[in-house]
């Protein structure tokens, strides 16, 4: 990676992706029940749109890569503009990065929300009611629904109350709905392929193309 990006380089567009960062960036379980060791998800969400300036009702496609405690999610936007956002649960740090403007911007934020949960308790992370909502198909499996609520912001996307549908053999959220505690907005997530298989480390570190800021530039 490159050093020495001065942060006035920073787009105006790029703030938003930063706040999509922080509000609806899903996270691996730091502990609990086991987990597969990497999968990828080819899902749409709709929520903070990191390009149409902030929260979007249209849903926008995503491919989410994830590995022990590390996180990727590839975004793409309406002008082909591509951007990545890489997290480590174990700092709880992260990197918002354009791949067009060859750009990298630090984050020091926890990662909200599970993809992993204990499929027959699926609740007891996030200390929420949850209640069965019946079985549907997503990414070419039967998965099972539950009703959450009292999350207190705990929920997928920082939610506090929704449903959720769960691969009862892995135990990943295949899709979701909520809202926020406060918010009429609704906040979603829906796996259109899902695949359980290594995944290299490369995936999870910035490209070395990408321009990173100086020490002491960090937001």
């Known amino acids: 990676m490159k050093s020495g990006w001065n942060m006035r380089r920073r787009s105006g567009r790029w703030l938003l ?3 999509f960062c922080l509000m609806a960036v899903p996270a691996v379980a730091e502990d609990g029940p086991p987990a597969p060791t990497a999968f990828t ?3 749409t969400m709709v929520g903070d749109n990191p390009y149409h300036g902030g929260y979007d009702t249209t849903p926008y496609p995503v491919t989410l890569y994830a590995r022990g405690k590390s996180t990727r999610v590839d975004f793409t936007g309406p002008a082909d503009e591509r951007g990545m956002l890489l997290h480590e649960a174990d700092t709880r740090s992260g990197w918002l990065v354009s791949l067009n403007e060859g750009i990298a911007i630090p984050l020091d934020a926890p990662g909200l929300g599970e993809l992993v949960v204990e499929p027959e308790r699926p ?6 009611r949850c209640q069965p909502a019946g079985n549907r198909y997503v990414a070419g499996r039967v998965v099972k629904g539950w009703r959450y609520r009292n999350a207190d912001g705990r929920g997928p996307a ?3 109350s929704g449903e959720l549908w769960v691969d009862p053999e892995h135990g990943v959220i295949l899709a979701y709905s909520g809202k926020k505690q406060g918010w009429d907005r ?3 997530m829906e796996a259109m392929a899902v695949t359980y298989g290594p995944l290299s480390e490369l995936l999870f570190e910035l490209p070395e193309s990408v321009a990173v800021p100086n020490e002491g530039e960090r937001l």
């Open 41 to 43: 998800l080819h899902a």
């Open 123 to 128: 609740c007891q992370r996030m200390q929420a």
């Open 17 to 19: 992706p930063a706040l």
């Open 186 to 188: 609704r906040y979603e």
């Open 158 to 160: 920082g939610t506090s």
